[in-house]
């Protein structure tokens, strides 16, 4: 008996059994492995239950300032400076006294720029300016696409 059996070619043929031996050899590496996971211990803890207020929550005002296709600047629908003013001081003045009573109130300013989609982008770097004398940092935009 032949200890390999040759093809005509001279060739070992498919061999099954290293195979097998392998894959033992993985299932008992898996076996012992799976006995050292450790397991996670449950732990106890208190979810925080629901808080009353005796006060409703205080909401921040947002102030909007508007900015028309004209260049026309108003500040919650109230004309603020002329549309040839580029420091525009009345707003400067009106967004300083408001961050310094929201600073005494310890509120935010939250100020949206909103902007028709055909104005021009100078008259609201002017607003920025005017917003960024005042110190104030919370400021979103949005385009008036009517």
Do not use: W
């Not at 590496?29 to 925080?48: C, D, S």
């Not at 509120?107 to 920025?128: E, F, G, M, N």
């Amino acid at each position: 008996m032949k200890p390999f059996p040759l093809d005509d070619e001279g060739t070992l043929g498919f061999q099954i059994a290293p195979m097998v031996d392998v894959v033992f050899v993985i299932m008992l590496f898996f076996m012992v492995m799976a006995g050292a996971v450790k397991v996670e211990k449950e732990l106890i803890t208190r979810l925080p239950g629901a808080v009353e207020n005796s006060t409703a929550p205080e909401f921040n005002d947002e102030t909007i300032i508007a900015i028309s296709d004209e260049g026309e600047v108003t500040l919650n629908d109230d004309p603020t400076d002329p549309v040839d003013s580029v420091v525009l001081p009345q707003l400067r003045a009106t967004l300083m006294r408001l961050k310094e009573n929201a600073d005494n109130a310890k509120q935010p300013v939250v100020v949206t720029i909103v902007s028709d989609q055909h104005a021009k982008y100078s008259r609201t770097i002017d607003v920025l300016n005017a917003l960024a004398s005042a110190k104030i940092t919370n400021v979103t935009f949005n385009v008036n696409e009517e």
